[in-house]
């Protein structure tokens, strides 16, 4: 590793951590990777007869009701504005989403946001999926879309190119995986997040230098954990992600990486943690045995949450009325399942402007300036 890349390592791992050492429990200083074992651990033998009975079946369990969202009328909701104006029936308050993850589920999750936000403010809503990450982002920039719940790489673009505004971090029970240093944190509420790097088990891939000359699956290119980060990592593992690979591609969203490494259309590729067991996106369900087949060799370090943004045009009042609907949902059991299913949000958290400021730094220091890339 040359003095440069070992420079850019130690950058992220020390800013990493000074950028969210206010809103997240004081942990162990992390690398920017870590790589799992050369050997696998001893398994342990079934037992060689069988059962004298067999179990009882049990009788099939109900699948819960879902409870609907109560959308009560806020009471410092202002008169509905007058026909042609924003948020009038004939012109609605749009809010666009990045496809990170199932865009039917996000539109269906979308869509109940909306209308809810509508019944509670009493302004129209409505809601579109963008076709790619920077389809959303253009979207705020021409002021066809007021409210974005963009992915935190093209929040940062979004600010240098258009002035929007962070309102709302999203809150995660964190999400973790057996390589993870910040394993203990597992199941607890956190402003931030991690990638990691898969591989097809038949592949042979246990380590960076075992990614040369594979096929390699990344997410998007505004992707913050399903490409701009782990570029940096790979950078910084010896792997030249344009001409180290045999192959690579953009699945457009990370479930879709881990089914093209399940199904070997892709050696390897890098997901959010943990996509293979999340249960909103449920892999699992359709591909039972996605755990035996795609293994996970490396972790990136923190990166903070994606969230709720506006553009600056947006009137102040009306921001803190979104804001303050979106926090009602998040307190309503029906509204908080309907928040979750969109990008398994579990709480928000109001954020200054300025929130994404030191993220960004880290990545200009590493090589990767927002400002440069945005035209």
Not at 75 to 90: C, H
Request: charged share 15%; aromatic share 8%.
């Amino acid at each position: 590793m040359n003095k440069r890349l070992t420079f850019l390592l130690l950058a992220l791992i020390v800013i990493f951590s000074m950028t969210l050492s206010a809103c997240a429990p004081a942990a162990t200083p992390t690398q920017v990777m870590t790589q799992a074992p050369t050997t696998a651990p001893v398994a342990t033998e079934a037992p060689t007869t069988a059962p004298t009975t067999a179990p009882a079946t049990a009788a099939p369990t109900a699948a819960p009701t879902a409870v609907p969202p109560v959308c009560a009328k806020l009471a410092d909701a202002p008169a509905a504005p007058a026909a042609g104006k924003l948020g009038a029936s004939d012109n609605p308050i749009v809010l666009t989403f990045v496809p990170s993850g199932d865009t039917g589920k996000i539109t269906k999750a979308g869509t109940a946001i909306a209308d809810c936000l509508s019944q509670m403010t009493g302004w129209s809503f409505k809601m579109e999926v963008g076709t790619t990450f920077a389809a959303s982002i253009e979207a705020m920039g021409a002021e066809k879309a007021q409210v974005g719940f963009l992915n935190t790489f093209s929040v940062l673009l979004a600010e240098q190119k258009y002035g929007i505004i962070p309102a709302l971090v999203a809150i995660r029970n964190y999400s973790t995986n057996d390589l993870d240093p910040d394993k203990a944190l597992g199941g607890t509420p956190q402003p931030f997040y991690k990638g990691q790097f898969i591989a097809n088990t038949a592949s042979g891939i246990k380590s960076f230098a075992d990614l040369k000359g594979k096929t390699f699956c990344f997410v998007d290119p505004n992707s913050t954990s399903g490409y701009i980060v782990p570029r940096i990592v790979l950078a910084a593992n010896g792997i030249n992600p344009d001409t180290d690979f045999k192959a690579t591609q953009n699945a457009g969203s990370h479930p879709n990486v881990a089914i093209a490494v399940y199904k070997g259309d892709c050696d390897a590729g890098v997901t959010y943690i943990n996509v293979l067991t999340d249960t909103a996106t449920n892999l699992a369900g359709t591909y039972p045995d996605i755990a035996t087949k795609v293994t996970v060799f490396a972790d990136t370090d923190r990166i903070p949450n994606d969230g709720m943004q506006f553009i600056k045009t947006l009137d102040p009042k009306l921001q803190a009325l979104i804001v303050e609907g979106m926090l009602a949902m998040m307190k309503d059991p029906g509204g908080k399942a309907v928040v979750k299913s969109l990008y398994n949000y579990d709480a928000f958290q109001q954020v200054k402007p300025d929130f994404y400021n030191a993220f960004a730094a880290v990545l200009k220091k590493a090589g990767v300036d927002p400002a440069t890339l945005v035209k």
